[in-house]
């Protein structure tokens, strides 16, 4: 089936470098999250698109990171001079239409990010 | 402080057996509340949905409770299998209707 998916599976960086991670969501699906899971403990929200509009970065942890979703559809999340402690899961999810709290999100299976 | 707390941190049980999940929040004001299940490598998948009317809603054989007056919830597994095997978190929306995760149970069930 269709679900989410995320490229590449596992990234490791060097410490510095710039990474590009990719979400495709289910086709049609008007919202899309970005969330980043440390080892062993549950996801925490990033940002958030409604179409190509980046209606909440409040997650965002510095200026290091940006999102974008240009068309609406696949969204790209780019992190600058990784350092260590942005080694983790970065998962990305997309639900059917507004995003609202009580409708599903379906999630990918995550990058996995090594900075080394 | 996290506004949604799970209990334990890991469980190991062997197959067939049964057993409960907790979690505890104080998100306010309370819209609804899911139980997803994690395995390992993979994203979380919903089991199930409980708002604020609901009491006791069932999976199969996951069976969520939902107490709005002390804010907690249970996630009851019967007759353990080893596909059971995975993180179960807790989701709570916040007041920005963004999700709000516990930091999961990882349970592990032996053959």
């Known amino acids: 089936g269709a679900g989410v998916s995320q490229s590449p599976r596992y990234k490791v960086a060097k410490r510095g470098q710039d990474v590009a991670l990719r979400c495709d969501p289910i086709?049609?699906?008007?919202?899309l999250f970005w969330y980043q899971q440390a080892l062993g403990q549950g996801p925490e929200f990033l940002t958030y698109f409604q179409n190509e509009a980046q209606l909440d970065k409040s997650g965002l942890p510095s200026d290091r990171f940006f999102a974008e979703r240009p068309e609406g559809s696949v969204s790209t999340l780019k992190i600058q001079r990784t350092q260590q402690e942005d080694s983790a899961v970065y998962l990305c999810?997309?639900?059917?239409?507004?995003?609202?709290?009580?409708?599903?999100?379906?999630f990918g299976p995550g990058t996995r990010l090594l900075v080394l | 402080k996290n506004q949604v707390e799970q209990s334990p941190q890991s469980l190991i049980i062997l197959e067939g057996k049964n057993c409960t999940l907790q979690?505890?929040?104080?998100?306010?004001?309370?819209?609804?509340l899911r139980w997803y299940k994690q395995d390992t490598g993979r994203g979380p998948v919903s089991l199930t949905i409980m708002t604020f009317s609901e009491n006791t809603k069932s999976n199969g054989r996951y069976t969520a409770t939902l107490d709005a007056d002390t804010k907690q919830s249970s996630l009851h597994i019967t007759a353990s299998q080893l596909s059971d095997s995975a993180s179960y978190i807790c989701v709570v929306p916040n007041a920005g209707n963004m999700l709000t995760f516990g930091g999961g149970t990882r349970l592990m069930v032996k053959p």
């Open positions: 999810a997309s639900s059917l239409t507004s995003g609202s709290p009580g409708e599903t999100q379906y």
């Open positions: 979690c505890n929040y104080t998100v306010s004001p309370f819209s609804n």
């Open positions: 086709s049609g699906h008007v919202s």
